[in-house]
């Protein structure tokens, strides 16, 4: 199979490059997960791809050939509709509290998958500090489901979860630069579409195409400004929380702008044994859950079916989970 009319089409530069159909964009992704684009002709398209900007038909189909190559999970039998964290881009300056959110969701009977990676590129993951909370990454999607029916909670390394998207996001440490698959794991449901994702945005331009996507594969999600990347609001500063359903998008809370009169109570420092010590004394409640984590935790709770409307998901939050009032937009 020859690749060049696809470089053809989208490596004019950002002026000269015409946008792929979604069919094709499936095709050729499918492809690259595969393994079946030659390494030159495969660089060519990433290039591509990150100077033209992804459309939204592309990320359509380059995300529908990745859920085709995604380890489905069930949904455990009885319960609320699962949760699904994806956690890529880990702590840098601040520490990474997707642990945090995990459990507290846990803690509800929610049952709660975090995907991720194991390397950290000098970030703190997600891995490194569920494995100082005693929580081990799943070796297989087989593995996962037992866990997840067992314990309700279950952290999937990419690796396990899908192999080629995996392999696309590890060319980074060849290339240089990020690639499509960077964008597209923060959407990856290994529910097929029957749990609440949500989907973390790196800067402004991509939660539009975020909630584009959502809109269009018909998803269930809560979409927001991830804190360096990470699924959990900024616990300094409330980001905007939009809950995805049915083909609408409802904001549950606006984002904060003001200075805030006192910082919360935070972890001394990003590594992971600080920040794991942190969240069991949040959790044991000895010091309190920073607000816009449980403005979050109340939007999942209502999002996942758990409480049968928002105001009593932020009741539920405000008595049960933090002694913390909730409310306020």
């Given at each position: 199979?020859?690749?060049?009319?696809?470089?053809?089409?989208?490596?004019?530069?950002?002026?000269?490059?015409?946008?792929?159909?979604?069919?094709?964009?499936?095709?050729?992704?499918?492809?690259?997960?595969?393994?079946?684009?030659?390494?030159?002709?495969?660089?060519?398209?990433?290039?591509?791809?990150?100077?033209?900007?992804?459309?939204?038909?592309?990320?359509?189909g380059f995300l529908a050939?990745?859920?085709?190559?995604?380890?489905?999970?069930?949904?455990?039998?009885?319960?609320?509709?699962?949760?699904?964290?994806?956690?890529?881009?880990?702590?840098?300056?601040?520490?990474?509290?997707?642990?945090?959110?995990?459990?507290?969701?846990?803690?509800?009977?929610?049952?709660?998958?975090?995907?991720?990676?194991?390397?950290?590129?000098?970030?703190?993951?997600?891995?490194?500090?569920?494995?100082?909370?005693?929580?081990?990454?799943?070796?297989?999607?087989?593995?996962?489901?037992?866990?997840?029916?067992?314990?309700?909670?279950?952290?999937?390394?990419?690796?396990?979860?899908?192999?080629?998207?995996?392999?696309?996001?590890?060319?980074r440490s060849r290339m240089?630069?990020?690639?499509?698959?960077?964008?597209?794991?923060?959407?990856?449901?290994?529910?097929?579409?029957?749990?609440?994702?949500?989907?973390?945005?790196?800067?402004?331009?991509?939660?539009?195409?975020?909630?584009?996507?959502?809109?269009?594969?018909?998803?269930?999600?809560?979409?927001?400004?991830?804190?360096?990347?990470?699924?959990?609001?900024?616990?300094?500063?409330?980001?905007?929380?939009?809950?995805?359903?049915?083909?609408?998008?409802?904001?549950?809370?606006?984002?904060?702008?003001?200075?805030?009169?006192?910082?919360?109570?935070?972890?001394?420092?990003?590594?992971?044994?600080?920040?794991?010590?942190?969240?069991?004394?949040?959790?044991?409640?000895?010091?309190?859950?920073?607000?816009?984590?449980?403005?979050?935790?109340?939007?999942?709770?209502?999002?996942?079916?758990y409480a049968e409307d928002?105001?009593?998901?932020?009741?539920?939050?405000?008595?049960?989970?933090?002694?913390?009032?909730?409310?306020?937009?």
């Amino acid at each position: 199979m020859s690749y060049g009319q696809y470089i053809k089409e989208i490596g004019r530069g950002a002026e000269g490059a015409r946008d792929l159909s979604q069919e094709t964009a499936q095709q050729l992704y499918a492809a690259m997960l595969d393994g079946g684009v030659p390494d030159l002709e495969l660089g060519a398209i990433l290039i591509g791809l990150r100077v033209k900007g992804e459309s939204l038909d592309e990320m359509l189909g380059f995300l529908a050939a990745a859920a085709e190559r995604t380890h489905r999970l069930d949904l455990p039998h009885g319960r609320v509709r699962p949760v699904v964290l994806p956690s890529y881009n880990g702590g840098r300056k601040e520490a990474n509290l997707t642990p945090l959110l995990a459990l507290l969701l846990q803690r509800f009977g929610i049952p709660v998958v975090v995907h991720g990676l194991l390397e950290g590129f000098g970030r703190i993951t997600s891995g490194l500090i569920f494995r100082e909370l005693g929580v081990m990454p799943m070796t297989s999607s087989t593995q996962a489901q037992a866990t997840l029916a067992e314990k309700g909670l279950a952290f999937v390394p990419l690796s396990a979860l899908c192999p080629g998207i995996h392999n696309l996001l590890a060319l980074r440490s060849r290339m240089g630069v990020r690639n499509s698959a960077h964008s597209l794991v923060k959407l990856l449901n290994p529910f097929h579409g029957e749990a609440v994702l949500v989907a973390p945005a790196t800067h402004p331009d991509f939660i539009e195409l975020m909630r584009n996507i959502l809109v269009a594969r018909g998803e269930v999600g809560l979409l927001l400004r991830g804190t360096e990347g990470e699924p959990f609001a900024n616990p300094k500063r409330r980001p905007r929380l939009e809950y995805v359903h049915d083909g609408v998008v409802d904001p549950l809370f606006e984002a904060e702008h003001e200075s805030l009169r006192a910082l919360p109570n935070l972890p001394e420092s990003n590594d992971a044994a600080t920040t794991a010590k942190w969240i069991r004394r949040v959790l044991d409640k000895q010091i309190p859950l920073p607000k816009p984590i449980a403005n979050q935790l109340a939007c999942l709770l209502f999002a996942s079916g758990y409480a049968e409307d928002f105001n009593q998901a932020k009741a539920i939050v405000a008595v049960e989970a933090t002694g913390l009032a909730t409310g306020g937009n």
